[in-house]
């Protein structure tokens, strides 16, 4: 689904929190609110859109901090 957004020039995002709140415990009303129906819990979530021209949200410079210390 990402892919064929991607391709028909779409952005998308997978996103956790829906998966979280529709599958929490026993409760199946917002579950079934949303229209998911008894017997099914939702897997994943992604959100679809049209990519905005300019990104307003970039990260400044990166200036380097030091060295990595990799543990095996």
């Known amino acids: ?6 391709e028909l ?8 929190s829906p998966t979280l709140a529709l599958n929490a415990g026993n409760d199946r ?3 079934q ?5 008894d017997g099914y819990q ?5 959100i679809i859109g049209y990519a905005a021209a300019e990104n ?6 990166r200036t380097p901090k030091g060295s ?5």
Not at 1 to 6: G, N, P, Q, S
Not at 33 to 37: F, L
Not at 42 to 46: G, K
Not at 68 to 72: E, F, G, Q, S, T
């Open 1 to 6: 689904m990402i892919l064929e957004a991607t």
């Open 9 to 16: 020039g779409l952005g998308s995002c997978y996103i956790v």
């Open 29 to 31: 009303a917002l579950a």
């Open 33 to 37: 609110e949303a229209g998911i129906p």
């Open 42 to 46: 939702l897997q994943c979530a992604v």
């Open 56 to 61: 307003k949200f970039t990260v400044g410079e």
């Open 68 to 72: 990595v210390n990799y543990v095996d």
